[in-house]
T-cell receptor
């Protein structure tokens, strides 16, 4: 059964340093998409980055990059040069199948990141 | 353009009452999703609408939950005879499809059932 695991309930990082948030997934599907979302205390889920299962390059979006290791079924989020505004809950999510399917997302339990000044 | 809009942002109700939660998706997005976020269960898929197709209701937890999407745009999630375990944040998302099919979320409705 499909599953997303985030093993770090909470993380601390010093401002301006890099941090890696772990995510592993389980699926029997060959085609899937992996997403990271940020949820600040305001509650809105903000899309950060996407990685397709067939993408050969790791995805990058500004200070965010996704360390995709397909054989290990891991999709870790790397945030470089952390900022105080990065303090939030981060969710890893997976969508199975091709875009023509429902596209519903399965989420991990989340990691709370606190950036220290 | 405007993002996904949800109303109300907060709703307090008494056990046994019915509630309606509204979602206004991003203009032009054909797909609309409802999720529920609660402390014990994390984020769970509830229901999915795509254009004029029959919705995927596989995530609705009981027959007290229903949703509709009028004119392919605004959606309403209705919970009848609310129970305390229905207390959660209800999140709506929309997407335009495509190869990535990225879902964009609203700020959610926090429902508290007393």
């Amino acid at each position: 059964a499909q599953k997303i695991t985030q093993t770090q309930p909470g993380m601390f990082v010093q401002e301006k340093e890099a941090v890696t948030l772990d995510c592993t997934y389980d699926t029997s599907d060959q085609s899937y998409g992996l997403f990271w979302y940020k949820q600040p205390s305001s509650g809105e889920m903000i899309f950060l980055i996407y990685q397709g299962s067939y993408d050969e390059q790791n995805a990058t979006e500004g200070r965010y990059s996704l360390n995709f290791q397909k054989a290990r079924k891991s999709a870790n989020l790397v945030i470089s040069a952390s900022q105080l505004g990065d303090s939030a809950m981060y969710f890893c999510a997976m969508r199975e199948g091709r875009s023509g399917n429902t596209g519903k997302l399965i989420f991990g339990q989340g990691t709370t990141l606190q950036v220290k000044p | 353009g405007a993002g996904v809009s949800q109303s109300p942002s907060n709703k307090v109700t008494e056990k046994g009452k019915d509630v309606e939660l509204r979602c206004d998706p991003i203009s032009g997005h054909t797909a609309l999703y409802w999720y529920r976020q609660s402390l014990g269960q994390g984020l769970e898929f509830l229901i999915y609408f795509q254009g004029n197709s029959a919705p995927d209701k596989s995530g609705l937890p009981s027959d007290r939950f229903s949703a509709e999407r009028t004119g392919g745009s605004v959606s309403t999630l209705t919970i009848q005879r609310t129970q305390q375990e229905d207390s959660a944040v209800y999140l709506c998302a929309s997407s335009s499809g495509g190869s990535k099919n990225i879902q964009y979320f609203g700020a959610g409705t926090r429902l508290s059932v007393l």
